[in-house]
Every structure is written in C-alpha cells, then in structure tokens.
C-alpha cells in the first residue's frame, strides 16, 4: 500500500511561489504515473499536472501553463509542483495521487492512491 504525504503549502501574495512535495512511502512509486489535482473553496477537484513515471510525459491543465511545473525524482520516492507567478484563483487544497499506469491520466476517478492534500492560498 502507498501513503501520500503533501507539503509546502502556505499563504502567498499573488505573483509569489511555492514549491509542493508529495512524499510517497510503502514502496516505490517509480512505475505510478503522478499528478497534482486541486479543490478551490466550493468547487469540484480538477486536474493540475501529471507526469509519467520516467517524466518523460507531462500533462498541464491550461491555466497554469507556463506558471506551475511538475517534476519527480524517483530515487526519492517524491513528486514536487512548483508554483510561479500565482493568482487568487489558485487557491485551494492540493492533492497528490498516484496510479499504476504507463501513461498520463487526468480523471481523478482514475487514481488509486491520495495524500491528505495541502492547503494554498494566495492572496491579492
């Protein structure tokens, strides 16, 4: 069994970063495909990104392109979301998720293993 720990989350002013980390223990999450997924206050959770399991795919949702960038290291068994030039509507808890899967998936039903989520807000 997998276990998903995030962290990193905080309060930002808008146009600042963050960088989130989703720590993975049990075993090895080096053959999941990973992603980001998010929750704003009242919303539904939506895809942020998704990498593969080499990194040799990554998947962005239109809104953060060019501002978010997902990355893994596998030797370290942690997946990582940097967020750049951030809004208010970034705001939201993050979740991290994991499945066993060749390629890039972005349905939340999809993934087999979440952490707890962190939260981000970011104000204006």
């Known amino acids: 069994q997998v276990q998903l720990v995030e962290s990193g989350g905080g309060v930002v002013q808008a146009g600042g970063s963050l960088r989130l980390t989703c720590a993975a223990s049990?075993?090895?999450?080096?053959?999941?495909?990973m992603a980001w997924f998010r929750q704003p206050p009242g919303k539904e959770r939506e895809i942020v990104a998704a990498?593969?399991?080499?990194?040799?795919?990554?998947y962005n949702t239109d809104s953060v392109k060019g501002r978010f960038t997902i990355a893994r290291d596998n030797a370290k068994n942690t997946v990582y979301l940097q967020l750049n030039n951030l809004k208010p509507e970034d705001t939201a808890v993050y979740f991290c998720?994991?499945?066993?899967?060749?390629?890039?998936?972005?349905?939340?039903?999809?993934?087999?293993?979440w952490g707890q989520g962190t939260q981000v807000t970011v104000s204006s």
């Open positions: 049990g075993r090895t999450v080096s053959s999941e495909t």
């Open positions: 990498i593969t399991w080499r990194g040799a795919s990554t």
């Open positions: 998720a994991g499945v066993l899967a060749s390629a890039y998936i972005t349905r939340d039903v999809d993934y087999k293993y």
